[in-house]
């Protein structure tokens, strides 16, 4: 069920927030299990038969994160007591990556090493449960914390609502065990509140217009650009439109996503973690990871880099650990050679970026530097955006020999001539009217339409550079943008057809 179709926005959503607060009038723990039930139903609406395999990693995680926390507290629980707190939490993280590798990964490096061996054996993937990313994460910071003692409420339906809570469990936020279990105790989540309702309503509706409106926009030019680069040579002009076109597809799509899970948290008082923080206007790669996905750079530097040694082992140390956390961000993402590159590329970004700040600490220090920096701000922000957008070809490029031919194409090598049709400028205007969202080709639909994509790509730009994150706008702009937003949004739900996330893949 996506959040963008009608089944979830005029049936799924209101039965289950009008059960919830007509069950928490006798009983939280009642309600709660309500809420449970109905997440577990969003996420068999897809496919049934993963719901076990969930249920199993709940179940499974569940006793292992009791056991940690016994055996961190002197205790013994009878069960494996063989085994130390910290060796139990090996093991069962190896558990869980190994059930991720073999659903995501098996095919993946099976067939490396076949190509690597030259062997001629290959390996069927199997059918990606869908969501197991992120599930799964969420658990793994979930034992971990246990270890650490950050983590001790195992109410087995809070537990249970806290890995299936619907408006994350598919695409994020990755959330920790203790911002969320305390707000699933919360005596106010339990009383219906219009306000609330209202302003998460506002929420969700302002992320729907990202996605149905922008998003779903912008993909209609970068998929059948992605898809003529396999065949041919895309000039300038083509191959940057590709690339920007994505690379504001997968920002409104993934940011609107994330403001729609918010808004349905908050409709009974529950607050997600923001996940994006106006990513494309960062001047270095650093701070653009601070901004880009944040709760998944967030599971990155606390469960993977600081435990590597971080920075605390001197700048080589820091720069292998960094290539190798990027590395390690990039196949999560995905089992193929492009998101290996995709992770790669950032990695070797912030291992410049480190080192080029400390080559500046070290003999530009001072006010002096602090002008330079003001000075120069406009070509670190491009520097930033530009490498940004070269990773994400590699990101979208079904294989890297179309990655290549676009960045080819994006340096100038297959021309920069104008297409044919660029002549036709005063028809495409007409275009226009028909609104944002209409996408245009050219006659021989292998590249875009060049006025549209144009003013889309300018008016992505003016809005990801200029408008402030949906939860850090006041109440006040939301409330005055939200009628044009859900007239156009509700009429793309209404009449078109739901397209799925792009994060859902991952």
């Keep these: 069920m996506l959040f963008n179709s009608p089944e979830f ?62 055996k961190a507290m002197g205790q013994s629980t009878g069960l494996l007591s063989g085994l130390s707190g910290r060796s139990l939490l090996i093991a069962a993280i190896a558990i869980n990556l190994a059930l991720l590798v073999y659903f995501k990964y098996a095919a993946f490096l099976v067939d490396s090493a076949a190509w690597l061996t030259g062997s001629a054996y290959r390996f069927e993937a199997a059918e990606l449960p869908l969501g197991i990313s992120f599930f799964t994460f969420t658990q793994i910071a979930f034992l971990v914390d246990v270890h650490q003692r950050k983590a001790a409420d195992f109410a087995p ?49 302002l992320g729907l217009f990202k996605k149905t409106v922008l998003a779903d926009a912008f993909g209609g030019y970068a998929r059948p650009a992605f898809a003529a680069a396999q065949m041919q040579a895309l000039s300038l002009f083509e191959s940057w439109g590709a690339a920007l076109s994505y690379t504001l597809q997968i920002y409104f799509d993934f940011s609107g996503y994330s403001d729609m899970a918010i808004g349905l948290a908050l409709m009974i008082g529950v607050q997600l973690p923001m996940n994006f923080d106006s990513p494309y206007k960062a001047r270095n790669i650093a701070e653009f990871w601070r901004r880009w996905h944040m709760t998944l750079s967030r599971f990155l530097r606390d469960y993977l880099y600081i435990p590597l040694g971080g920075n605390r082992r001197g700048l080589a140390r820091q720069q292998v650990n960094l290539l190798a956390t990027m590395l390690l961000g990039g196949l999560w993402h995905g089992a193929g050679w492009t998101f290996v590159i995709w992770g790669g590329l950032h990695g070797l970004y912030l291992v410049v970026f480190h080192a080029w700040r400390r080559l500046v600490d070290r003999f530009g220090p001072g006010h002096q530097h602090e002008i330079a920096a003001r000075i120069t701000a406009p070509i670190s922000w491009l520097a930033t955006f530009l490498a940004v957008v070269v990773a994400w070809v590699f990101f979208r490029a079904t294989d890297l020999p179309t990655a290549l031919s676009l960045l080819r194409g994006m340096a100038g090598q297959n021309g920069a001539v104008l297409p044919d049709q660029i002549i036709a400028l005063v028809p495409a205007l007409g275009h226009i009217a028909d609104g944002v969202g209409k996408v245009a080709y050219l006659a021989d639909g292998t590249v875009m339409g060049c006025v549209e994509m144009a003013l889309m790509i300018g008016l992505g730009l003016a809005i990801v550079l200029a408008a402030p994150n949906l939860p850090q706008l006041s109440a006040r702009w939301r409330y005055l943008l939200v009628l044009p937003c859900a007239a156009l949004a509700l009429q793309r739900v209404l009449y078109g057809r739901a397209s799925e996330f792009l994060y859902f893949q991952f």
Excluded: C
């Excluded at 039965?15 to 006798?26: D, K, N």
């Excluded at 959330?175 to 009383?191: G, N, S, V, Y």
């Design 9 to 70: 926005i005029f049936g799924f959503l209101p039965l289950t927030l009008l059960g919830f607060f007509l069950l928490a009038r006798w009983s939280t723990q009642w309600a709660l299990a309500w809420l449970t039930l109905a997440s577990l139903f969003f996420y068999g609406w897809w496919n049934p038969q993963w719901l076990p395999l969930m249920l199993a990693s709940i179940a499974f995680n569940f006793v292992a994160g009791r056991e940690i926390a016994a």
């Design 157 to 205: 339906v809070r537990y249970g609502l806290f890995v299936t809570y619907f408006p994350h469990l598919v695409a994020g936020p990755i959330l920790h065990h203790k911002e969320m279990m305390p707000q699933f105790a919360r005596p106010d989540i339990f009383r219906f509140s219009a306000e609330r309702l209202a302003d998460g309503g506002v929420i969700f509706i």
